[in-house]
């Protein structure tokens, strides 16, 4: 069965830094395409980030671009999400998401969801 | 980016009854259209994908329809576990935009 479980939030500081990563098993992982969806207490889902299958493609929400990178490590079945200059409203639930389509180059419907990751931005 | 709108925001049902939730985006997506539920404290759970496929081992009292900008998902029969959150998604173009939901809850 497919499993995606997230690690790494926690409180951090206006400006700081974090990396999240993202444990993935019972799928090729090197197939699909993965995502992180965010969620801001009693708000709705926003999507954050897309890396291609391969790596070899990312896109990112504006809210985020230039701030947050993408990354996957396929030999080691892991998704990455390194978050810098944080600011309050980046304070959300991190949700890491496996993409419904195995080889496909943009971002397609999300299938399975991690339980999520709480980050919260506060001084 | 596109963005996707839904109505109602909210609805009271009772169990038992068709429910009906629309999804309107700002422009074509085709059939790039995907339906999810999340509980309180969940995750989101996948239930259409493709505009009107329904998602491996969700109830077939699920359906989804529509193309081009407007897209309805209906509950044929409400049960208790479906009391929760709906999204719809767009996956025609990046960024994939959600809507901002739908709360069901009950009457």
């Known amino acids: 069965q497919v499993q995606l479980v997230e690690s790494g939030g926690g409180v951090v500081q206006p400006g700081g830094s974090l990396r999240l990563s993202c444990a993935a098993s019972?799928?090729?992982?090197?197939?699909?395409?993965m995502h992180w969806v965010r969620q801001a207490p009693g708000k709705g889902l926003e999507w954050v980030a897309f890396i291609r299958y391969d790596g070899s493609n990312k896109y990112y929400a504006d809210s985020v671009k230039g701030r947050f990178t993408i990354s996957r490590d396929n030999s080691k079945n892991t998704l990455y999400l390194q978050m810098n200059s944080l600011r309050a409203e980046d304070t959300a639930v991190y949700y890491c998401a496996k993409d419904g389509m195995p080889g496909i180059a943009v971002a397609g419907s999300i299938d399975y969801w991690g339980q999520g990751t709480l980050v919260t931005v506060s001084s | 980016d596109i963005q996707m709108t839904q109505s109602p925001s909210s609805l009271s049902a009772s169990v038992g009854d068709r429910v009906t939730i629309t999804c309107r985006a700002s422009q074509s997506i085709s059939s790039y259209l995907n339906w999810y539920q999340q509980k309180p404290g969940k995750a989101p759970k996948l239930l259409i994908y493709a505009a009107s496929s329904l998602q491996s081992g969700v109830p077939s009292r699920f359906s989804g329809s529509g193309s081009g900008t407007d897209f309805t998902l209906t509950i044929s029969s409400l049960q208790p576990e479906d009391f929760a959150t709906y999204y719809c998604?767009?996956?025609?173009?990046?960024?994939?935009?959600f809507g901002p939901g739908t709360k069901v809850d009950i009457k």
């Open positions: 019972g799928f090729t992982f090197s197939s699909y395409g």
């Open positions: 998604q767009q996956s025609y173009s990046t960024p994939p935009t």
